[in-house]
Nanobody, 117 residues
Framework: QVQLVESGGGLVQAGGSLRLSCAYS????????RGWYRQSPGKQRELVAIISNIDSTFYADSVKGRFTISRDNAQNTIYLQMNNLKPEDTAVYYC???????????WGQGTQVTVSS
């Protein structure tokens, strides 16, 4: 059974930093793309950052220059380093894994990030 387990969320003051981790397990295949999404109350889930299996990355404009996505293949884990956090970054952050063939999408349970002003 495929599992994605996030950790590292919490409460931080504006300007602070957090590092999220997502551990993938139960797979017999490699994800094509892995990444982070977030959802605030009353808003749709939005892409934050993704990384491909050849280390191409993409960031939402709102986090460029502040967030960095990375992966550790040995640990089958991805990370999201979040610096200079802003109150508008407050959301539940979800880890994602996308497999291209067959097309399958997997999600973690989410971790809360709260940034106080």
């Amino acid at each position: 059974q495929v599992q994605l387990v996030e950790s590292g969320g919490g409460l931080v003051q504006a300007g602070g930093s957090l590092r999220l981790s997502c551990a993938y397990s139960g797979t017999t295949f490699e994800f094509n793309i892995r990444g982070w999404y977030r959802q605030s109350p009353g808003k749709q889930r939005e892409l934050v950052a993704i990384i491909s299996n050849i280390d191409s990355t993409f960031y939402a404009d709102s986090v460029k220059g502040r967030f960095t996505i990375s992966r550790d293949n040995a640990q089958n884990t991805i990370y999201l380093q979040m610096n200079n956090l802003k109150p508008e970054d407050t959301a539940v952050y979800y880890c994602n894994g996308w497999r291209g063939s067959p097309a399958e999408n997997y999600w973690g349970q989410g971790t809360q990030v709260t940034v106080s002003s």
